[in-house]
């Protein structure tokens, strides 16, 4: 009696519990697979701040408009791109719904103001955030006294007067 009951309770209770199996496995990777996308779609990559003009701010896109835009950065020391082409040019986005931030660009693309853009790097690029993975969170302009103020050389004590060749003199 006790080998039919072992033997009834295992042909029924064993669909049961690979079905529960399933249904939590299958839970499980769900879950993590929204942990994982949440996490590359909010996080950034970096944030930082970039200083220069914008040259260029244009709004593209057939299904999802985001505002375009290049910044000329003016840097004496200028950085190589994936082409191994010198850039000074900093390309970035501002998604539609920033409507602060892109007022504020319309309006130093327009005057040539020099201005820091704070951006967030986001791990991937997404095509409804715009053509690149830099977006623009913050407009600040710089005072007027710091707009093309050129930077002036620190003085020295004394003149440095380079060695003259043996034989020669002042």
């Known amino acids: 009696m006790l080998f039919l009951r072992v033997a009834f309770c295992n042909r029924f209770t064993q669909p049961f519990v690979m079905k529960k199996f399933l249904i939590i496995g299958g839970v499980s990777v769900l879950l993590i697979f929204i942990a994982v996308a949440s996490f590359l779609y909010f996080g950034n990559y970096s944030t930082g701040i ?7 701010l244009s709004e593209r896109g057939f299904l999802f408009k985001t ?16 082409d191994n082409q010198l850039s000074t040019v900093f390309e970035f986005s501002v998604p539609k719904d920033r409507k602060e931030v892109i007022q504020a660009l319309q309006e130093v693309s327009l005057t040539g103001e020099r201005v820091n853009l704070h951006y967030e790097e986001k791990f991937f690029h997404y095509i409804w955030l715009g053509d690149s993975k830099y977006l623009i969170t913050k407009v600040e302009r710089l005072p007027q006294s710091q707009q093309n103020q050129p930077r002036a050389l620190p003085e020295t004590a004394s003149p440095v007067n380079p060695p003259l060749p043996p034989g020669q003199s002042n």
């Open 67 to 82: 505002y375009e835009g290049q910044m000329n950065i003016g840097t004496f020391g200028a950085f190589k791109n994936e």
């Open 50 to 56: 970039r200083a220069g003009v914008v040259v260029k």
